[in-house]
């Protein structure tokens, strides 16, 4: 539905916001929390965390015995344990920046590769029943090795350069757990460029 004078109406999906209220704030995140009006008409709470854009990112090695994709293991502290992921992040400082330059910029921190092509795979959401956070997934190819530039938060982090078949491998038999990594990877496949 549109009106001529507004633009395009937003989908609400039946949902109205009562009140609104900042729970919780730091650098990374806020967490708002929602009085709402659910689509039967009952009165309801929602609890909204807001999080900047991020982009995870998929080294691809081209070599004479096949592709390579370059791994990281780092350690979440919420979990308790290491994990397989691609290279991710975002730009807390600079929250306008084009995914490009922070996918660039992302991937020269953790790993210290330089990409001569960076292809853009496609949007997804992280968790949209919880966090309004989007990313963006690109494909790295034309790699270059170079220094890393390892934040405090990240020194933990090592860069392992695996078999594109061993990474499947990781994700059909549960050792990358990721649910970004195994987005990114699903919608590069989709496309056909691994």
């Known amino acids: 539905m549109t009106d001529s004078s507004s633009g395009p109406t937003p989908d609400a ?13 730091n650098p990374w995140t806020r967490v708002r929390e929602d009085i709402i009006i659910r689509p039967n008409g009952r009165k309801g709470l929602y609890g909204v965390v807001e ?9 691809v090695w081209e070599e004479a ?15 308790g344990q290491r994990m397989w992921e691609l290279p991710m992040g975002m730009w807390e400082n600079r929250p306008d920046a084009p ?5 660039r910029g992302e991937l020269r921190e953790e790993t ?7 292809r853009d795979a496609g949007l997804m959401y992280q968790g949209a029943g919880y966090t309004t956070q989007k990313g963006r ?8 090795q170079g220094p890393t530039e ?10 392992h350069k695996v078999p594109l078949e061993e990474m499947e491998a990781m994700i059909r038999d549960g050792r990358i757990t990721c649910m970004v990594t195994i987005a ?5 496949r989709a496309r056909r460029w691994i």
């Open 13 to 25: 999906g039946g949902f109205v916001t009562v009140s609104s209220r900042l729970a919780y704030e």
């Open 51 to 59: 999080r900047g854009d991020f982009v995870v990112i998929m080294p």
């Open 65 to 79: 015995q096949g592709r390579s994709v370059t791994l990281i293991r780092q350690y979440r502290y919420p979990i």
């Open 99 to 103: 995914a490009e330059d922070v996918a």
């Open 112 to 118: 210290g590769l330089r990409a001569a092509t960076m």
């Open 137 to 144: 997934a690109y494909l790295a190819t034309g790699l270059t």
């Open 150 to 159: 390892r934040e405090d938060t990240e020194e933990d982090i090592t860069c």
């Open 184 to 188: 990114a990877f699903g919608l590069i």
